[in-house]
């Protein structure tokens, strides 16, 4: 592990302590830190962070964050031992909710292949059938 991974991690694991903590924002959501982006020579620092929430949430909580930035700064050089204290950024991560509306896309593709039951099944119910009936249903939602 490289000395810019260890510091990365120091940031972000002292970043979330102090914004879990310490800081009484009332604007701030659920705030989870999802990683760290250093530069080379360590002088800034991109923090990652996901909010369980809606837009709203999101832009409160990236408002609160900007407003406490010079503060958050101060405490993590006082907390990590390092000759400059990095510039920090806040961007939101979206990731997470990507990853879970991937997740339920690859459910409903799952259930397609799937017989509803297995009268339908005996029935000779075609799967063919039921997928192109499918198909027509979605392009009737999009043009919607």
């Known amino acids: 592990m490289s000395r ?3 510091v990365a991690e120091a940031i972000k694991k002292e970043a979330s302590i102090i914004i879990h903590d310490e800081l009484k924002d009332p604007r701030l959501g659920f705030v989870t830190i999802t990683s760290v982006e250093l530069s080379q020579d360590l002088r ?3 923090i990652l962070f996901s909010v369980l929430g809606e837009e709203e949430d999101y832009r409160k909580t990236q408002e609160a964050l900007d407003s406490a930035s ?4 101060r405490l993590i050089a ?3 031992n ?3 204290a990095p510039e920090i950024i806040f961007r939101e991560d979206r990731s997470t909710e990507y990853s879970v509306k ?3 896309v690859l459910d409903e593709i799952k259930d397609l292949g799937k017989p509803e039951s297995f009268a339908e099944e005996a ?3 075609d799967r063919k059938e039921k997928q192109s009936e499918h198909k027509k249903s979605r392009r009737l939602r ?3």
């Open 44 to 46: 800034y620092a991109k």
């Open 123 to 125: 029935a000779g119910v």
């Open 142 to 144: 999009k043009k919607a």
């Open 78 to 80: 006082a907390r990590i």
């Open 70 to 73: 010079g503060f958050i700064r």
């Open 82 to 84: 390092l000759r400059f």
């Open 102 to 104: 991937i997740q339920k």
């Open 4 to 6: 810019q991974d260890r």
